[in-house]
């Protein structure tokens, strides 16, 4: 059962802004590719509007500290690690650090993030409503130790 | 029956790149939302999933040609002119000038573009189909005389 | 000495995602555009490369908690508040909500977020640097009191 | 000496719009890291801030059309060429190809679009000016045969 996820990425020149850093909404942008990149290695769907099982993560709350800046062209990872699994929710925490010429992980955390994501289907009358998290996701999810992402 | 429509709008921080300036992809979300402003001004829906009644302009081709860059805070006019009404499909061309302190329009195009959109339906099996422009949205629409765009 | 600023804006195509909703990212791009406009509004500089007083407020953290989606032509106010001023750092509050046909803000805060950014200017090498905030631009702002932004 | 690139990309959630496909503006963003890649697999800078050797590439123009939609998930070749090099300007043509499960290029060129970008550096104002494409970039391109993409 995994419980994180990695993502290499490199920043692209129209994600930068005039102060010629990455703006700073563009690492949510980047960690929900990283989660898309998690479900899609699980075979699960990020959406699906498949009728009768109709799935969907709209998002309750997102945040981001941002330790240092990255510009155009540099290489990052971005981990992604399941912090808690509740009923209804998921809440994933992301850590971006850059790499090397060598492709090596630096140690240093630039940036910090969080989303947490409520697990929705459609209800007969197609409205969306939180549903437990169905037993086959759940079943590929485990949170990670907080040892992987503290300290 | 309206052949243009005129947005005000401002650069922001996040529609700006490294090299200072406003990144060139905007300059297409921009005529978009001239383009959304004015269909709201005719009370005409841009898109619409009402069941019997879906709508949609699927973008045909777009493009712009750039004289001069724009920054953050300058305050620009786009102005949508038809330039062409087919059977089925529209052709909007659109023209930025920036604004003066005064509120002024400057004469010159800092930027002209074009967007060419197809009118579509969805089809028994909820597949997007080309359809002739409505009737009721037809009678909303005129083509500019050339005149207003050129020389 | 203002504590608040607000800001009307209507949701734009091109910010919706495949959920039909404006995705997540959007709203932080908003609420720079939000304090942009309160900086204008001042005649301050959000931003300013001016030799000998280069000025830049690089974002530290950002959140947002989602309570309800917006969708397509939606018209919301985004209204700003100083929720702390510190030596070198401002924390500004955000709170969305839609607003009638009428042009009349519903009562209910469809989202919710914060930016804490930090005050920097350039050292004799051009390197960025954390400073405090200028007597001229403190002089302008004022936390605004909790009554404003709880219950 | 190359005349072409290849990126392979998946499209991402927050490239959607609520159509369902990828918003028509994000083309121009995908040709643009193609772009960027070709450049990077030159060695050669997109943009360049070091003093005495200023260089950029601003867009003159840029076009797409669009003969399929892309949707969240899809997997998509973005092949760059060489169309057209001038004393100051380059032409890149891109075409957009989906790819199947086995990672295998479909025939099918579901967008293909344009950008002319001209050679500038900063003159001794640091103002931006055109320039002849320097001679050690020039070496390192070279126009593709029209047959590489017609027909």
Redesign the interface.
Known sequence: MPSEFRLVRTV???E??????M????F??WM??CE?GFY?SLDLP??SFVPGNVV?W?????????KQ?L???DTVEVRLLIKELRTRAVVFLFQFRKMDAAGQVRPAVVAQGEIAAVCVTADAAGKMVAQPIPAAVRAKLEPAPASAYTA
């Open positions: 692209e020149f129209s930068t802004d005039m102060a010629g850093i703006h700073f909404s563009n949510f942008r929900e590719a898309a899609r990020l959406i969907g709209p998002r309750v709350s997102a945040s981001c500290s941002y800046p510009r155009f062209n």
